[in-house]
Nanobody, 118 residues
Framework: QVQLVESGGGLVQAGGSLRLSCAAS????????MAWYRQAPGKQRELVAH???????NYAGSVKGRFTISRDNAKNTVYLQMNSLKPEDTAVYYC????????????WGQGTQVTVSS
Protein backbone atom coordinates (compact mmCIF):
# COMPACT_ATOMS: atom_id res chain seq x y z
CA GLN A 1 0.00 0.00 0.00
CA VAL A 2 1.56 3.26 -1.16
CA GLN A 3 0.46 6.36 0.69
CA LEU A 4 0.62 9.67 -1.13
CA VAL A 5 0.46 13.12 0.44
CA GLU A 6 0.01 16.19 -1.73
CA SER A 7 0.96 19.70 -0.71
CA GLY A 8 1.53 23.10 -2.26
CA GLY A 9 -1.97 24.04 -3.28
CA GLY A 10 -3.47 27.42 -2.53
CA LEU A 11 -4.93 30.61 -3.92
CA VAL A 12 -3.06 32.41 -6.68
CA GLN A 13 -3.88 35.14 -9.15
CA ALA A 14 -4.13 34.42 -12.84
CA GLY A 15 -0.70 34.41 -14.40
CA GLY A 16 0.92 33.21 -11.21
CA SER A 17 2.71 29.98 -10.38
CA LEU A 18 2.45 27.15 -7.89
CA ARG A 19 4.44 24.00 -7.33
CA LEU A 20 2.63 20.94 -6.07
CA SER A 21 4.45 18.14 -4.30
CA CYS A 22 3.44 14.53 -3.82
CA ALA A 23 5.40 12.63 -1.20
CA ALA A 24 5.20 8.84 -1.29
CA SER A 25 5.51 6.54 1.71
CA UNK A 26 7.97 4.30 -0.09
CA UNK A 27 10.44 4.38 -2.92
CA UNK A 28 8.93 5.53 -6.20
CA UNK A 29 11.81 4.08 -8.23
CA UNK A 30 9.81 1.00 -9.14
CA UNK A 31 6.48 2.76 -9.63
CA UNK A 32 5.87 2.65 -13.35
CA UNK A 33 3.83 5.80 -13.62
CA MET A 34 3.37 8.82 -11.41
CA ALA A 35 0.64 11.21 -12.43
CA TRP A 36 -1.32 14.30 -11.51
CA TYR A 37 -5.05 14.46 -12.07
CA ARG A 38 -7.50 17.24 -11.32
CA GLN A 39 -11.20 17.53 -10.73
CA ALA A 40 -13.11 20.77 -10.99
CA PRO A 41 -16.58 21.18 -9.44
CA GLY A 42 -19.20 19.39 -11.50
CA LYS A 43 -16.62 17.85 -13.82
CA GLN A 44 -14.98 14.47 -14.16
CA ARG A 45 -11.48 13.85 -12.94
CA GLU A 46 -9.00 14.37 -15.75
CA LEU A 47 -5.38 13.51 -16.33
CA VAL A 48 -3.10 16.55 -16.17
CA ALA A 49 0.32 14.96 -16.61
CA HIS A 50 2.17 11.76 -16.03
CA UNK A 51 5.77 10.66 -15.96
CA UNK A 52 7.00 7.11 -16.26
CA UNK A 53 9.98 5.65 -14.47
CA UNK A 54 11.87 5.49 -17.74
CA UNK A 55 11.59 9.24 -18.17
CA UNK A 56 8.65 9.69 -20.53
CA UNK A 57 6.19 12.50 -19.84
CA ASN A 58 2.81 13.33 -21.25
CA TYR A 59 0.55 16.33 -20.73
CA ALA A 60 -3.05 17.28 -21.31
CA GLY A 61 -3.35 19.71 -24.18
CA SER A 62 -4.76 22.41 -21.92
CA VAL A 63 -1.61 22.54 -19.77
CA LYS A 64 1.12 21.72 -22.28
CA GLY A 65 3.80 24.38 -22.22
CA ARG A 66 2.65 25.72 -18.85
CA PHE A 67 2.97 22.74 -16.50
CA THR A 68 5.96 20.49 -15.89
CA ILE A 69 5.94 17.17 -14.07
CA SER A 70 9.10 15.85 -12.51
CA ARG A 71 10.01 13.05 -10.16
CA ASP A 72 12.82 12.90 -7.63
CA ASN A 73 13.35 9.24 -6.91
CA ALA A 74 15.84 10.02 -4.14
CA LYS A 75 13.19 12.00 -2.25
CA ASN A 76 10.27 9.74 -3.22
CA THR A 77 8.52 12.85 -4.44
CA VAL A 78 6.77 13.97 -7.58
CA TYR A 79 6.27 17.61 -8.45
CA LEU A 80 3.98 19.58 -10.68
CA GLN A 81 5.28 23.03 -11.55
CA MET A 82 2.38 25.14 -12.75
CA ASN A 83 3.08 28.43 -14.49
CA SER A 84 0.86 30.97 -16.21
CA LEU A 85 -2.11 29.74 -14.23
CA LYS A 86 -5.59 30.42 -15.49
CA PRO A 87 -8.94 30.48 -13.66
CA GLU A 88 -9.89 27.30 -15.53
CA ASP A 89 -7.03 25.51 -13.77
CA THR A 90 -9.01 25.79 -10.53
CA ALA A 91 -9.58 22.27 -9.22
CA VAL A 92 -8.60 19.74 -6.63
CA TYR A 93 -5.34 18.17 -7.79
CA TYR A 94 -4.67 14.52 -7.02
CA CYS A 95 -1.48 12.53 -7.15
CA UNK A 96 -1.62 8.98 -8.50
CA UNK A 97 0.87 6.15 -8.41
CA UNK A 98 0.38 3.20 -10.73
CA UNK A 99 2.15 -0.11 -11.09
CA UNK A 100 1.42 -1.12 -14.66
CA UNK A 101 3.61 -4.18 -15.07
CA UNK A 102 2.37 -7.47 -13.67
CA UNK A 103 -0.73 -6.97 -11.53
CA UNK A 104 -2.09 -3.45 -11.92
CA UNK A 105 -2.22 -1.40 -8.75
CA UNK A 106 -3.16 2.25 -8.38
CA UNK A 107 -3.03 4.57 -5.39
CA TRP A 108 -4.38 8.07 -4.81
CA GLY A 109 -3.57 10.94 -2.55
CA GLN A 110 -6.20 12.96 -0.74
CA GLY A 111 -5.92 15.94 -3.07
CA THR A 112 -4.91 19.56 -2.73
CA GLN A 113 -7.01 22.55 -3.72
CA VAL A 114 -5.75 24.99 -6.31
CA THR A 115 -7.77 28.16 -6.83
CA VAL A 116 -6.84 30.68 -9.50
CA SER A 117 -8.54 34.06 -9.27
CA SER A 118 -9.09 36.28 -12.28
Amino acid sequence: QVQLVESGGGLVQAGGSLRLSCAASESIFSINRMAWYRQAPGKQRELVAHRTNDGLSNYAGSVKGRFTISRDNAKNTVYLQMNSLKPEDTAVYYCNAAFTSGSFRSYWGQGTQVTVSS
